[in-house]
């Protein structure tokens, strides 16, 4: 676009800019933390155990002069199972489409081959701009913080030549340190653009993907590392109670969750069911914020034999 195309487009938007931005770093980089401290509200589901996204959620700043659409994607990572070369195609799709890339990288971990794996597939794409972002930065001192900038800094000249990233900015999620800022230098790489969505409005996923998400991140909590890649939930349905007045309404939730072994399905169930009422529990509050009702939540664990590696499952799971 010519500069004079640009100022005429400023002009007729108001000086209003909007468009998306894709969040990307190896699993556990801290990419779904930073989108609900950016939008304010939890629209993606955090864990400590890797690869737990794996829906595109969109998180919507929304500014006076802006509106800045998170895309938050799975790790990106060497695959080794069809369902992880699935997610990596997911976040090649994504890239295409996003007006600027944030990537995510820990404070508190050296960079490694994962990084550079990334940083790598992000040079390919070319001519959009890249701005690195170091979250974790409460996790390590000053020192430390200051040689991981560097570090990133010096990796960004490796792969993209002398220019490196558009920008640089440490962050942490989860004390609101430069969370603003981040927010300021993404949306300064947005197009000019009429407001993309309604006033308010913070995600676009549909409410039954954000109730599956809020139900694996419950029964992540404190398991096994094999769990994780293991674990699909689908929502099954969520019906209206009959004879509930209208402005007391509660819906049953009814939910599947499925994992590859049995041994998997004792995780998950607990001993005499215990654990699975408690994934329940945890799960409910923000299931009831998310739909404005109370609810009766109905889960059951199934048990659907090597799915990751199953072109068929993987279609009926929703991957």
């Avoid at 920008?167 to 609101?176: F, K, Y």
């Avoid at 094999?226 to 009959?242: C, F, G, K, N, Q």
């Avoid at 819906?251 to 607990?270: C, F, H, T, W």
Wanted: with cysteine; proline share 6%.
């Amino acid at each position: 676009m010519s500069k004079q195309n640009k100022s005429d487009g400023e002009a007729a938007n108001g000086g209003y800019r909007a468009g998306f931005s894709v969040l990307v770093g190896r699993p556990n980089a801290g990419k779904s933390t930073l989108t609900n401290a950016l939008v304010g509200q939890k629209v993606a589901i955090t864990s400590a155990k890797p690869q737990t996204t794996r829906h595109t959620i969109r998180g919507i700043v929304h500014r006076d002069d802006a509106q800045l659409i998170l895309v938050d994607t799975p790790g990106l990572h060497r695959p080794r199972t069809l369902l992880g070369k699935r997610l990596n195609e997911l976040v090649a799709d994504t890239l295409a489409e996003v007006d600027a890339i944030g990537f995510c990288l820990p404070a508190n971990e050296k960079i490694g081959p994962g990084d550079k794996f990334i940083a790598a597939q992000l040079a390919a794409v070319g001519n959009k701009p890249i701005v690195a972002i170091v979250t974790k930065a409460d996790t390590v001192d000053r020192q430390a913080l200051t040689e991981q900038l560097l570090a990133v800094a010096a990796l960004g000249r490796e792969v993209l030549g002398e220019d490196g990233w558009k920008d640089i900015v440490p962050v942490s999620a989860t004390d609101g340190f430069q969370v603003e800022t981040v927010a300021d230098v993404l949306i300064s790489h947005m197009p000019s653009s009429p407001p993309l969505y309604p006033d308010g409005h913070l995600t676009d996923e549909p409410e039954a993907v954000m109730i599956a998400e809020l139900i694996r991140e419950a029964a992540l909590e404190g398991v096994r590392d094999e769990l994780p890649h293991s674990l699909a939930v689908v929502v099954d349905e969520i019906v209206p109670r009959e004879g509930r007045p209208d402005d007391r309404p509660f819906l049953d939730v009814r939910v599947n969750l499925y994992v590859e072994r049995p041994s998997q399905k004792a995780i998950i169930i607990g001993k005499g069911g215990a654990r699975l009422r408690e994934v329940g529990t945890n799960a409910r509050k923000g299931i009831e914020a998310l739909l404005g009702a109370r609810i009766y939540l109905d889960l059951h664990v199934k048990v659907a034999k090597d799915w990751q590696r199953d072109p068929k499952q993987l279609v009926k799971l929703g991957f």
